[in-house]
C-alpha cells in the first residue's frame, strides 16, 4: 500500500530553539496533507490542513505563526514548530491523501515524538 | 460533523470475534462512517467505511444499521496484533473531507 514518511522519528530540544518535521508521500503525490497533534493518552487534534502550492488551513486556536506548515511540493509537506517550549512536547503525526480516493486513501506518517526541554 | 459515542474500552481472547460498537445518532444523510485504528505510538490505519450498507473487506465487517445511527465493527478473528485503540468517524466525504477523531474505544485481546 502506500507509504507516507515522517521524519524524525523522536526529537528532543532545548526551549526556544525551532524544530521541523517532515512528512513525504513515497509513492504518489498529495495535493492535501494533514497535521494533527496527539497527547498522552487524548486523540487526534487536527491542526492544519495543508495545500500544495497554497497556504495551510489551521483549525481554531492553533496559533499559524507558533506551526509553520509548508507544502512546497506534492511529495513533502514540512511542520516547523518554532520556539519551542515544554508545553509543545507532543506527538505530531501527518497524513497525505492519494489523489485517487478520499479518506479510505488517507494514509498517515509513523508520527514524531517531541520533547522540549 | 456528527459526534459519537464508544465505550472507553473493551476486551476479548485472542481468535474470538470483537464486536466494537458506535453510536452516531446525529449522523447526516451525506455522512460516511469510517473506521480507524492506532496502534499505540503509531499513525492511525484505515480499516472500513460505509453509507447504508454492510460491508466486508480483509480486515473486519461493518454492520450499520438500518436508521444509520449506530454501526459495529467486527473483527472476526482477533489477535493480539489487533490491540489498538479505535476510532469511528462520520464524515462527509469529497475534495475538501477531514477527518475528527474521537475518543475512541480501547481494545485489548487477551491471549
Known amino acids: 500500500g502506500a507509504v507516507v514518511s515522517q521524519h524524525p522519528s523522536r526529537v528532543i530540544c532545548k526551549s526556544g530553539t525551532s524544530v521541523k518535521i517532515e512528512c513525504r508521500s513515497l509513492?504518489?503525490?498529495?495535493?492535501?496533507m494533514f497535521w494533527y497533534r496527539q497527547f498522552p493518552k487524548k486523540s487526534l487534534m487536527l491542526m492544519a490542513t495543508?495545500?500544495?502550492?497554497?497556504?495551510?488551513?489551521?483549525e481554531q486556536g492553533v496559533e499559524k505563526d507558533k506551526f509553520l506548515i509548508n507544502h512546497a511540493s506534492l511529495t513533502l509537506s514540512t511542520l516547523t514548530v518554532t520556539s519551542a517550549h515544554p508545553e509543545d512536547s507532543s506527538f505530531y503525526i501527518c497524513?497525505?491523501?492519494?489523489?485517487?480516493?478520499?479518506?479510505?486513501?488517507?494514509?498517515f506518517g509513523s508520527g514524531t515524538q517531541l520533547s522540549v526541554l | 460533523d456528527a459526534k459519537t459515542t464508544q465505550p472507553p474500552s473493551m476486551d476479548c481472547a485472542e481468535g474470538r470475534a470483537a464486536n466494537l460498537p458506535c453510536n452516531h445518532s446525529t449522523i447526516s444523510g451525506n455522512e460516511y462512517v469510517y473506521w480507524y485504528r492506532q496502534i499505540h505510538s503509531q499513525g492511525p490505519q484505515y480499516i472500513i467505511h460505509?453509507?447504508?450498507n454492510n460491508e466486508t473487506n480483509e480486515m473486519a465487517s461493518l454492520i450499520i444499521t438500518e436508521d444509520r445511527k449506530s454501526s459495529t465493527l467486527i473483527l472476526p478473528h482477533a489477535t493480539l496484533r489487533d490491540t489498538a485503540v479505535y476510532y469511528c468517524?462520520?464524515?462527509?466525504?469529497?475534495?475538501?473531507?477531514?477527518?475528527?477523531f474521537g475518543k475512541g474505544i480501547t481494545l485489548s485481546v487477551r491471549p
Open positions: 460505509g453509507l447504508k
Open positions: 468517524i462520520p464524515v462527509v466525504t469529497g475534495a475538501n473531507s477531514k477527518l475528527t
Open positions: 497524513s497525505a491523501r492519494h489523489p485517487q480516493g478520499t479518506n479510505e486513501k488517507l494514509f
Open positions: 509513492d504518489f503525490q498529495a495535493t492535501t
Open positions: 495543508s495545500n500544495e502550492g497554497s497556504k495551510a488551513t489551521y
